[in-house]
């Protein structure tokens, strides 16, 4: 319950206390929320079952819909009891990697269970943020596969295609209750929804799959780019079309952070010069993928931070593109009180700057960051 | 064909042609081989059919590989059947990410299937080398703890848990016949077998799973160091006993690359100075895994060569431990003739240095590698 009471200082989290739609106008529906704790283990109803769900067109994904369902209710159905029985045994037997993700919620949602493997864990045996994002990227992704819109390899609808567009992250916020460690299988739900006249969005909830609790909670704000000019496109009706019978008609899993940044005059800064972007950094539509700008971001957190604390919370600002040969430098404020003390010994609050160098000094991105003490291990404190 | 010449010319490759045993001392045995060709889709011949196997006491496991085969058989049948029809269907449907891995041939070998996902290639849609070496590091320890011998998270057995020794990679030689792409099902294949009196050696064989044909052939050679002391040990016995049923009496999947370095008065050098250890490289023994060594090796190879050349083979020798805090420069050596031209138009040679920088110039890891072209993709040509 700290770990609640400290990031919802930080962001106010959407909760399934208070439900998707139970809290909007769609509450007159009637919807029900039983006894639900996020930090519960005896959650007894599914997040799910009170979100009002919005359908423009059954009719035009009938074929897609039912095929996937069909497959969906035999593989889940057997993976589902080949799980547990595996779980049971991981110890001494194989372990399970479960992929096959489906459409779930009358097909709004994605749900995918993934297991950890074990080279995705670090030096204290949980994920890293940048292996939750992967894992996000991904199953959007294949949210889109499955719903048969995947017009190219990294997400772009067939309209987008056709218009040379693709998708551009401008926003993300992400709260991490507990980070998932090595053989967890984690059941990650995802969605779209509209955001704004030229925007979507995208929300994910992973969950642990044997106990149902919340792991981490995200969403993110996407627009267009003209793949050729490099400019940002308007919501082309056709993309619309295509896109809005999958759209679910709730707000953000997680409230919009508008908070302005704070004054930094009372702020330690950590900096790390001369980030080069190479090829490697490349996705297949020739531009940095967003994971890759929160690894600069992470670069110039002090090394203490990052050993004895473990990032909580962030939201993330895309503001330009960053291209091949680009050179970066990348920014960490870390904040403190008056006296330049730490505001608390359990956190440390950060803000981030990543920007070109020389003298188009363009700012990248900004993002503000919560990192939470490491629960000390079984016989062991941390010094700071 | 070309990368076959390209590849058997830097390393001896066991070839399948040839085979296991059959150019051994076993080839008495009777084993056939008949047409197999690595590079023929037609193959008409299991890999390990003509594999002599070795298996000290089939009793002593016998309940656990019983159990093991049992759940292999019910998960194979259902999800190669259900893998047959995704892969089908999967630019429509659902994606899958197969990872049951199970023991076959006798119980000596661990196959596991998995699906390459989308954050695991790079701008070109082609895994990269880490990646490759990632999946060779989780299926070495997930067959580990199939056969009931995982006594800690990094693949120590319950003996060297005891006495506190945890494994070391000495030497790792690898070649890529084909890079994997996003959605490709990859099966992988490993296997211990002894090497020397203090070292074991792993292998593994990546096919892709839908055509059978090798993607990817890697050998390595492993020790053992006390955690406390960090110092190599022995093999002893306890631990000898614990493994050797499950070794596989067949030479190296590559023949042993013992070359001298070549002498590097007609190479070009690039050099990344100031590469600094941190928490985040260290594993839960909390030493640098080895994947990370090779990441630092490729900093310093020149972007234009990473750009336009794929690495299609290396050896690796690793010589000392590194530690947290440790800053380290990566030098790469790109081999020319007498004139200072590159051999040969469509390769790559390369020679590497990872040593500490500072007053104490250990070397802690030296390695070859080879490039080749990469293909050009359609209606486009590579300028270099």
Known sequence: MVVMAATTSFFRIWSPRHGFGCMTSHSKLGCKVETIDVCDTKTTCDLSSCMQLKRKSDQATSGVMDWSMFVAAITTNFLEREMMFHLKKKSQTTVLDVGLGRLVQDGLIYRQNVCIRSYETGPDGKTSIETLMNHMQDTALNHTKTVGLLGDALGSTPEMKKKNLVWV???????????????????????????????????????????????????????????????????????????????????????????????????????????????KDLDMNQHVNNVRYLGWILESVPNQVQEN????????????????????????????????????????DCQHLLQLEGECKGKIMKGRTRWRLKLAKEGESWDN
């Open 169 to 279: 992250v401008t926003k993300m916020q992400l709260v991490v209750d507990r980070y998932p460690t090595c053989d967890d299988v984690v059941q990650i739900d995802t969605w779209r929804a509209v955001s704004g006249k030229n925007s979507g969005r995208t929300d994910w909830l992973f969950r642990d799959s044997q106990t149902g609790k919340i792991l981490v909670r995200a969403s993110s704000n996407w627009v267009m780019m003209n793949k050729e000019t490099r400019r940002l496109s308007k919501y082309p009706d056709e993309v619309r079309a295509e896109l809005e019978q999958y759209y679910l008609d709730t707000p953000p899993i997680l409230e919009d952070d508008t908070k302005n940044d704070m004054e930094l005059d009372k702020s330690v800064e950590y900096v790390r010069k001369g980030l080069l972007a190479t090829w």
């Open 309 to 348: 604390y473990e990032l909580a919370s962030m939201t993330l600002e895309y503001r330009r593109e960053c291209r091949k040969d680009n050179v970066l430098q990348s920014q960490t404020f870390v904040l403190s009180n008056s006296n330049g003390e730490k505001v608390d010994h359990n956190h440390v």
